[in-house]
């Protein structure tokens, strides 16, 4: 039987321990059990966290734990991955990455998992179109962080430069999360006043140019908070507490998670951030956005990005 509260965290790097942190200090779930091949790694930060628990509103039950611990997790995060070695080309990495999802996706559904999967490994919507492949689950319960964080920079930058609560702001990145995300301005709104018709109305006061500068700051932004600080953790591991939140409590929020389309946009089987919302059986609906012909293009552009890369893959041998 499923505990509709548990999750089971796979991966103990930066990005699986920033997430770990998030979930505590934002009481997200009540058991979180953390799973890593360096299991002495797994129990010491089990440690770490619990000497914090009287600090925490949370009363959350953590511990390290092994892949039979995941039979009934609502929920299991994927952080899992190697690291890219010099010279290694993206291809190359990705191919190993196949073999270790292929070691612990197997192990997961193993272990009688019927929960969802959330993917953070990058490339996101690669991995989480083998997780798919891989566990042969419902592409509803399977979910990649997308462009959720993406989302979230932009909108931070659109309401730093609006002077408005980012909370305010109803813009998305969709697309691959990578170098062919983009914006669809066309959908983009503060409050419910198009972003286009605010800059028509104040052409003194803000400038479209400003919005170009935006976008690409959100594309680029991992790059530099990598060459200043070797990786980036904090944001996207807020971003999976998020994502959980949401599925935990069933919210039904809209997220830009990576998601399977299905004829959207005249696409299939391709696993890209696009808006879905988000309750307690993963993507209820993925919401169809209204984009020009040029916004259209773009998307079909990282989808065939996505989609070659995928098909280049040795998935004879690694799936």
């Known amino acids: 039987m499923t505990n509709n509260r548990k999750v089971a965290l796979i991966g103990t790097g930066m990005v699986g ?177 198009p972003i286009s018709k605010i800059l028509s109305e104040h052409p003194h006061k803000f400038a479209p140019s400003a919005m170009k500068r935006i976008a690409e700051d959100v594309r680029c932004a991992a790059q530099k908070i990598i060459s200043a600080k070797n990786a980036t953790y904090y944001g996207i591991g807020i971003a999976l507490t998020r994502i959980i939140r949401a599925i935990l409590n069933d919210e039904k929020t809209v997220l830009t998670v990576s998601a399977r389309l299905k004829g959207q946009y005249g696409q299939e089987d391709v696993f890209v951030g696009t808006p879905c919302i988000i309750g307690k059986n993963g993507v209820n609906r993925l919401i169809e956005l209204d984009l020009t012909k040029e916004e259209t293009d773009l998307l079909h552009k990282s989808c065939d990005i996505l989609k070659n890369e995928f098909n280049s893959l040795n998935l004879t041998k690694n799936i």
Request: charged letters at 20%.
């Open 17 to 193: 321990m920033s997430f770990a942190y998030s979930a505590l200090n934002q009481n997200v779930c009540d058991e979180l059990v953390l799973i890593d091949i360096d299991k002495k790694r797994a129990e010491g930060e089990a440690m770490d966290l619990n000497h914090g628990l009287a600090f925490s509103h949370s009363s959350m039950k953590i511990y390290a734990g092994g892949y039979d611990d995941l039979g009934d997790a609502a929920i299991a995060v994927i952080c899992a991955g190697v690291n890219q070695k010099p010279g290694e080309s993206r291809l190359e990495l990705l191919n190993r990455n196949c073999e270790v999802f292929k070691s612990v996706v197997n192990s997961i559904t193993e272990s009688g998992f019927s929960g969802i999967f959330l993917v953070a490994t990058n490339p996101v919507d690669i991995m989480t179109r083998i997780t798919y492949n891989l566990s042969g689950f419902n592409p509803s319960k399977v979910i990649g962080t997308g462009t959720t964080l993406d989302t979230a920079r932009l909108r931070y930058l659109l309401g730093d430069y609006f002077s408005v609560d980012p909370r305010n702001v109803h813009a998305y990145i969709i697309g691959e999360h990578g170098d062919s995300e983009f914006v669809p301005w066309s959908q983009a709104m503060i409050s419910t006043k």
